[in-house]
């Protein structure tokens, strides 16, 4: 009787110790997508909405931006401490940006499509030579590829016309009244767009970019000198979200439905078509890089190829969840 009073007073203490014990505190961090209507960034919110980000010792706060510069801007302002953008945005660090690439996410941009009106006279690709098209903003993914599009086709770097417009919010009302002939937007906008019967895609840009980094996390450089084991932590949580995304459709259907406000139909066409696009480990693939270089040139974003350490780091590559 004596030994089962003591261990129970024992259990009781121990029960009562935890009880009182501090919860262990997570270390905040700020990550914001380039832009927020793109279902390729909702690790971020998958993460958060399955308890991913805690496992790390994580608490991260998300937010959305209106294209690639804006996202170096809040960057080299110390407003974020991460952020999701474009592989062709890298150029950004080459030209003295306080940033660097740590991981490659999203490989051939199957997220991206030219979608045009549902009642436009634009019906194939050869339709859009000297047409007006938006994109977020100069440098951007989005930008990039309009004009990979027109060398692509032939037509030269200007072959289309471009229209720095901003997010889908401000592009799809030019487009509604003619302001523009499509919109370089996210495959899943096209969808929504389709379902609403207001527009319709036209082609999607994995076919002009298949081997391509469509999708990079960067960091800030004085974080990942000062800071390595946050970095660290913020890509295992990373890419330990995107292993979830691949074994879970539904649950990740569900919160881009809720992030995103898709209806169930598009939530699932676009995990369908969208979800061999995201990387396991964050490499750099070198053809990959090799597109992005020539083109920055192409393009004249920069008189030279850069080397790959001004791009980005393999410091903390593979990333290993």
């Not at 020539?294 to 780091?313: A, E, I, N, R, Y």
């Amino acid at each position: 009787m004596r030994l089962s009073r003591l261990l129970a007073l024992t259990s009781a203490v121990a029960l009562l110790a935890v009880a009182h014990t501090p919860a262990f505190a997570l270390d905040k961090v700020r990550a914001a997508k380039s832009v927020n209507t793109a279902w390729s960034f909702i690790p971020l919110n998958v993460g958060a909405a399955h308890g991913i980000w805690e496992k790390y010792g994580l608490e991260v706060e998300i937010s959305g931006l209106g294209g690639d510069a804006k996202l170096q801007q809040a960057l080299t302002s110390d407003s974020v401490d991460f952020g999701l953008g474009s592989g062709p945005s890298m150029a950004f660090a080459v030209k003295g940006s306080p940033v660097i690439a740590v991981a490659a996410f999203a490989g051939e941009p199957r997220n991206i499509s030219v979608i045009v009106g549902a009642h436009s006279s634009i019906k194939t690709v050869a339709d859009l030579k000297g047409k007006l098209v938006s994109v977020t903003t100069a440098g951007s993914l989005t930008d990039w590829l309009v004009h990979r599009l027109s060398v692509k086709e032939g037509w030269g770097t200007d072959g289309v016309r471009i229209a720095a417009l901003g997010s889908f919010d401000t592009s799809l009302p030019a487009l509604r009244t003619g302001q523009v002939d499509g919109i370089m937007a996210a495959t899943e906008a096209g969808y929504l767009v389709e379902e609403r019967g207001e527009g319709k895609i036209l082609v999607g840009m994995e076919k002009y970019a298949p081997k391509f980094h469509t999708h990079v996390i960067f960091a800030r450089k004085a974080l990942v000198a000062e800071k390595p084991d946050v970095v660290n932590r913020f890509l295992k949580g990373f890419f330990a979200s995107v292993a979830y995304m691949k074994a879970h459709k539904d649950e990740t259907s569900k919160v881009a439905e809720e992030v995103l406000k898709e209806s169930p139909q598009v939530a699932s066409k676009t995990y369908d078509y969208e979800i061999s696009m995201l990387e396991d480990d964050g490499h750099f693939d070198p053809a990959a890089v090799a597109v992005i270089k020539d083109s920055l040139v192409d393009m004249k974003m920069l008189p030279s190829k850069p080397s790959d350490d001004q791009l980005f780091t393999t410091k903390f590559l593979p990333v290993k969840p």
